[in-house]
């Protein structure tokens, strides 16, 4: 293994794998961003919602989480252009990963919600809050902190399954090292630079929610 | 509707209350009043619908029949033509800040500090300003003795400051009535004394008060009243003096010497 | 939307996705089989008094928790051979997916060994059991009662993960799933049914597992 080989060709492709890492990044985000806007709302759903919300929201989420996410990939990029939603290759990965995202959110939302005592929504009540002022002042901000490192772990799983986008053809960093492994063979040194690619993201995900957990922790 | 109030009606009227929890009848017809300034005690053994006709004053549970009524006004519904329809959430909510409930488990928002413990409500409910509401706060935790404690979070707090600084959150609204809800039962003992003692100067200063509770000793030092209940009904209800004493029924006879009083 | 259902391509070739769930859920078997072994080994090493042993299981839990499994398949499939370690399909894809599997088990074994009280190591001493010994029969059984709801979803979660043998061209569900919406064209028919596949496995695992949890479970504890 040529070091010095390697990293002269890793300079020459650096704006590709730039552009790789900048399109994994953004795929992660969008996914992220509006799974978890879309999983709080599931969760209040699942945990204040009648009877038939709450059934109509179970088959959505245990039909998200009992599909592999390979296989939630694939049927929204073939199946989107089908049904008349032209979305390209990277829209409807990223409506796939969104999806996968609410679906888990969602469930530890609840959970965080189903975690809060009783007491606190009496209490509140007894002081005349209203549900919306409940919600807001009350309960979110302790489900939130609760569940932040729950949260932080689905993050980087999103970010691991944006890799799975490299097989229906969308540029991010895993099919962008694949076309270099394709011109100069480098296959070990790549995948393994790659590898350690995501792992500096997961990472530094994980510890910018440490960050985060330590900032917005009740003092005891 | 508010059908006023002349001196001698009485703040709080309970008339005939029923509860059911399923198949299991809780509230068998429970008939108290509670007088401006007075303080009532409730005692009885546990499922003895003491603590659900408590809960039943600020609609924190349903009741099936009967009347609650704060001031002549019907908590949580309304009668007319003989039919009961339940109020809005927003008018029952309005109706809940004319009482103040301290709870058992204190029940104190964890991720706030004491002082924003008090001003949520009134900032809130009772839409204050910050300033003023700060103001009012402070007051009230220096009566509780913990106006050093106010940045505090409650969990860098001994369960007899939590519960004192939820009486203060309580009593901040300007509540017409005080529930307490054996609030000293979760209590180490020596934790005790120090919130007993500001139940007891909220009583001399006339705050009308309802408590539910096990602390047969503080309940003859503080109560103009004391009503026992057994099995859903009130067995019987007078004067400390008397209750404790002198006790006319034998279930309550019994009652008292199981609890050692 | 002018699409009309027909399932038919589907149920013709039923008996492929059939197989290919058989092999999906025999590939997660086998790997879960090692990656336990695998990440038994880890945990203890992650308690170990010899910092070593703590390092190099910790690097191991973080490296490759922290990597994309099709980052991991792809390497051993198509870089490892490079070096002259040559698998077929499979073979790589059990390899991949037992170590894989061994990084996320060992940090559930080791969360349940950490929350066992130390006085079961102390009376199995007392008793005169070599450490081994307490390990074996005392240990790991009660451990592993503790901590079977977690390794359940973890176990069903590695099952969903089989479907990545199909980036290597490994014949399990997805990939029969895939050939056939590419030949029939019939897509929403395909992943519906694909799915279900899936949705009904992990249902199915999920109530074996919590049969076992039942069977081996400590009398008295837990739950009502």
Known sequence: ?220 | MNIGQNMSSPLLKIENLHKSFGALEVLRGVDLTVSKGEVVSLIGSSGSGKTTSLRCVNLLEDYDDGVVAIDGEQIGYQTGNGNRIRRSEKEIAAQRSMTGMVFQQFNLFPHISALDNVTLGLIKVKKLGKVEATAVAERWLERVGLIDHRNHFPSQMSGGQQQRVAIARAIAMSPKLMLFDEVTSALDPELVSEVLNVIQDLATEGMTMLLVTHEMQFAHEVSNKVVFMHEGKIVEEGPPKIIFKNPETRRLAEFLKRSKF | MNYNFNFDAVWRNFDLLMSGLGLGLALALVSIAIGCVLGLLVAFGMISKNRFLRVISGIYISWIRNTPILVLILFVYFALPQTGFMLGKIESFIFTLSIYSGAYLAEVFRSGLVSLSPGIRESGLAIGLTEFKIKRYLIIPIMFRNVLPSLSNNFISLFKDTSLAAAIAVPELTFYARKINVETFRVIETWLVASAIYIVACYAIAALLRSFERKLAIPGRGHK
């Open chain 1, 1 to 220: 293994m040529d070091i010095k080989y390697f990293l002269s060709e890793a300079w020459i492709a650096r704006s590709a794998l730039f552009e790789g890492m900048l399109s994994t990044l953004e795929i992660s985000l969008i996914a992220i961003l509006v799974g978890s806007l879309l999983g709080v709302f599931v969760g209040l759903l699942l945990t204040y919602g009648n009877i038939y919300l709450r059934f109509l929201i179970r088959i959505y989420t245990d039909f998200l989480r009992g599909t592999p996410v390979f296989v939630l990939i694939l049927a929204c990029f073939y199946i989107l252009s089908i049904i008349g939603i032209q979305l390209n290759a990277f829209q409807a990965g990223v409506f796939a990963l969104t999806l996968f995202c609410s679906s888990h959110v969602g469930e530890i939302f609840r959970g965080a919600l189903l975690a809060i005592p009783v007491g606190q929504t009496e209490a509140s009540k007894s002081i005349g809050l209203t549900f919306r002022q409940t919600f807001f002042s009350v309960l979110l901000p302790q489900a939130l902190r609760q569940i932040l490192p729950t949260w932080v772990n689905t993050a980087t799983e999103i970010v691991k399954a944006s890799t799975l986008l490299s097989i229906i053809g969308v540029a991010e960093l895993l099919l962008s090292a694949q076309q270099i492994i394709s011109r100069n063979f480098l296959s070990l040194e790549f995948y393994f630079f790659v590898g350690f690619l995501y792992f500096l993201i997961n990472y530094s995900i994980e510890k910018l929610g440490r960050y985060f957990e330590r900032k917005v922790a009740i003092p005891s």
